[in-house]
T-cell receptor
Framework: DTEVTQTPKHLVMGMTNKKSLKCEQH?????MYWYKQKAKKPPELMFV???????INESVPSRFSPECPNSSLLNLHLHALQPEDSALYLC?????????????FGEGSRLTVL | KQEVTQIPAALSVPEGENLVLNCSFT??????LQWFRQDPGKGLTSLLL?????REQTSGRLNASLDKSSGRSTLYIAASQPGDSATYLC?????????????FGTGTRLLVSP
């Protein structure tokens, strides 16, 4: 079962809200990722957890905060977002280390910031 | 810096045609290359993964080739169907940067008409 599950599918929030996006996989993968995708653009990597060790794309603002409670769960905490943060947020996972293996993506969470 | 380009940006063909999508990358130091399809507003679906030591991979009507030395990959779709209509993305994993990530191409939007 090659499935990455993301919730919620759609989220609308104000700039002062705090919300979270959730991602789950049961494929035994040890690397999980958050990507951001704007319309008609390729996905951009935000964070990687590989064997529970976090790597950060330094261009990502601190209003995005990842959390990896265990190897099958990945959260993205959102606080004080801006309208330009509206995008499709994609979670992905891959077996083994981050530099090998096939990447599997979820269906995404469509975020709108008002 | 690794750059990935896909040509053409858009392609429209009648049903039944065989077609080729192209992907070029500037640095041959890669671990692997992966092809994805993305339907509008949806996540990415993995199609084929080619490791740097491989020349091609096949899955059903799809065949992907990799020529690492020349920085090129092609995705061949046989007997195209309307259900193949989607955006196709190629992505490479660079092997010589500190913060490793999947570098995506700009995508090819494919429309197969009945």
């Amino acid at each position: 079962d090659t499935e990455v599950t993301q919730t919620p599918k759609h989220l609308v929030m104000g700039m002062t809200n705090k919300k979270s996006l959730k991602c789950e996989q049961h494929m035994g993968h040890r690397a999980m990722y958050w990507y951001k995708q704007k319309a008609k653009k390729p996905p951009e990597l935000m964070f990687v957890y590989s064997y529970e060790k976090l790597s950060i794309n330094e261009s990502v603002p601190s209003r995005f905060s990842p959390e990896c409670p265990n190897s099958s769960l990945l959260n993205l905490h959102l606080h004080a977002l801006q309208p330009e943060d509206s995008a499709l947020y994609l979670c992905a996972s891959s077996p083994g280390r981050w530099n090998t293996g096939e990447l599997f993506f979820g269906e995404g969470s469509r975020l709108t910031v008002l | 810096k690794q750059e990935v380009t896909q040509i053409p940006a858009a392609l429209s063909v009648p049903e039944g045609e065989n077609l080729v999508l192209n992907c070029s990358f500037t640095d041959s130091a890669i671990y692997n290359l992966q092809w994805f399809r993305q339907d509008p507003g949806k996540g990415l679906t993995s199609l084929l993964l080619i490791q740097s030591s491989q020349r091609e991979q096949t899955s059903g009507r799809l065949n992907a080739s990799l020529d690492k030395s020349s920085g090129r990959s092609t995705l061949y779709i046989a007997a195209s169907q309307p259900g193949d209509s989607a955006t196709y993305l190629c992505a490479v994993r660079p092997s010589d940067t500190g913060f490793q990530k999947l570098v995506f191409g700009t995508g090819t939007r494919l429309l197969v008409s009945p």
